[in-house]
């Protein structure tokens, strides 16, 4: 690629980082979130708080099966699909080829599992709809890698469309069913499979007509490998940061009790409203800094890292101002003691802008390990304060323990994003702006020094 060329491209991906792209995805996921809520008011006021916490578990443990029997499939699909995949159309029958594959494997496992999994986690479920919930499993998975192979294949709409759907489908799914008589657990085990399955195939066919399988021929065992081989190091952060993000709720609720996680879980979730920008950001950055390679990308990381770093900040502030008269407006007088933990998490969260820039570098130059060692170290961090601050200081310890865990993380980001973007930086003596080849990523799948183990993906 000549230097015009090469120019040209860094900068129409640059574009990318701007305004409209982001944004689009930031309101999409706003739009998911509203759903979510709508959909978990439904279920709270037909089914009560048991078919809350049911519903939730129906969502995340079939993500967290798929996740770990696909071997990171979510986060290594942009990867392969906007970096060193991207002049190979092989690995386009061969991602959801393996989504399918995981999928049975999980639906048979989660049956020969479901007499200890369903008395443990679905106490309030039948045998037989405990049975019924494994088919989410390869539902989920073919929905999910739909949206990853959206976001990977250069169609952010087509994914933002994904992350919409997937949560507001459910409303009238589960709805008409309870509106016709049928009991709420029944209704959500049609409303969340029927659910995926309507968003996956409409997923499915933009990317068909957008020529995703054009001139694609047959899965590939060996490019199956090499995807496996990216999303387990990016698969071992995905579990780290959900320890990191829930572990806190865990210890509250066996050294302080339900109450006070009743509480402290409101304020998480309202200071929670910061990672939205900063899950933006990574979503959209990620597989153009693959596009770009790794010398092109740090400046373009850069470059972000000025002109978005501020805006969980600035947005802190008004969250802020509104925890003290939302919360208690909301919930009632009782979580008042919300606000202090809320105020306490947003400053931890304010370094998320950065957070979503250097994760999308890290990933998209083939290095989703130092993804998931940044995480470890937080993760570290969260352990030894919870264990230390919550028996005295109750959710106010928590709070602290998770805002400088995510600070700690930031700091290791930091840490990275510095030793891997100058390693990626051209010598001084040299003038050009050619990019890297796809596939020779410092510390990505065709190097021969592996990273340490990443995260990205979320249900």
């Known amino acids: 690629m000549n230097r015009a060329a090469a120019g040209d491209r860094i900068r129409r991906l640059g574009r990318v980082a701007r305004g409209p792209t982001i944004t689009a995805n ?32 129906l969502r995340v443990l079939p993500w967290f099966a798929g996740l770990l029997l696909s071997s990171g499939l979510y986060g290594a699909a942009p990867y392969f699909l906007s970096g060193p995949g991207r002049a190979d159309p092989r690995y386009r029958p061969t991602l959801p ?94 409303a969340l499979p029927v659910g995926d399955v309507l968003t996956a195939t409409a997923g499915w066919i933009r990317l068909r007509r957008r020529g995703f399988f054009r001139g694609a021929g047959r899965p590939s065992l060996v490019l199956a490998r090499k995807v496996a081989g990216y999303g387990a190091r990016a698969q071992v952060g995905s579990i780290v940061l959900l320890l990191n993000a829930r572990l806190d709720f865990a210890v509250v609720t066996a050294l302080v009790g339900p109450s006070a996680l009743g509480v402290y879980a409101v304020a998480s979730r309202f200071a929670e409203l910061l990672r939205l920008p900063a899950l933006a950001i990574n979503y959209v950055l990620y597989p153009a800094y693959a596009r770009l390679g790794a010398i092109n990308a740090a400046a373009q990381a850069r470059d972000a890292i000025r002109r978005t770093s501020w805006v969980p900040a600035a947005a802190a502030v008004p969250v802020a101002a509104a925890a003290p008269v939302v919360l208690p407006l909301l919930y009632g007088p009782a979580f008042r003691s919300a606000v202090v933990p809320t105020w306490i998490l947003l400053a931890g969260l304010a370094g998320g802008g950065v957070y979503g820039v250097m994760s999308a570098f890290q990933s998209g130059a083939g290095h989703p390990g130092l993804n998931s060692f940044a995480q470890g170290v937080g993760l570290v961090v969260t352990v030894a304060l919870d264990l230390a601050l919550i028996p005295h200081t109750g959710i ?64």
């Not at 959909?39 to 939730?56: F, H, K, Y």
């Not at 010598?427 to 990205?456: I, Q």
């Open 26 to 57: 930031l309101m999409a996921r706003v739009g998911a979130l509203a759903a979510l809520t709508t959909a978990s008011l439904l279920v709270a006021r037909t089914g009560g708080p048991a078919a809350v916490g049911t519903l939730a578990l």
């Open 97 to 190: 080829a393996m989504a399918a594959t995981a999928g049975v494997l999980g639906a048979g496992l989660w049956v020969a599992l479901a007499p200890v999994v369903g008395p443990r986690f679905f106490p309030a479920l039948s045998s037989a709809l405990v049975l019924a919930a494994g088919i989410t499993i390869p539902t989920q998975l073919m929905e999910t890698t739909a949206k990853a192979c959206s976001q990977g294949f250069d169609d952010l709409a087509g994914s933002n469309r994904i992350i919409f759907l997937e949560e507001l489908v459910f409303v009238p799914l589960y709805g008409v069913p309870v509106a016709a008589g049928v009991p709420p657990y029944a209704a959500m085990l049609i």
């Open 396 to 459: 106010v310890g928590a709070a602290i323990a998770s805002a400088l865990a995510y600070l700690t993380t930031v700091g290791a980001l930091v840490v990275c994003f510095r030793r891997t973007s100058r390693a990626a930086s051209p010598p001084e003596t040299s003038g050009s702006t050619t990019e890297e080849a796809p596939g020779h990523f410092p510390g990505g799948p065709a190097s021969a020094a592996p990273a340490p183990p990443n995260a990205e993906a979320s249900p």
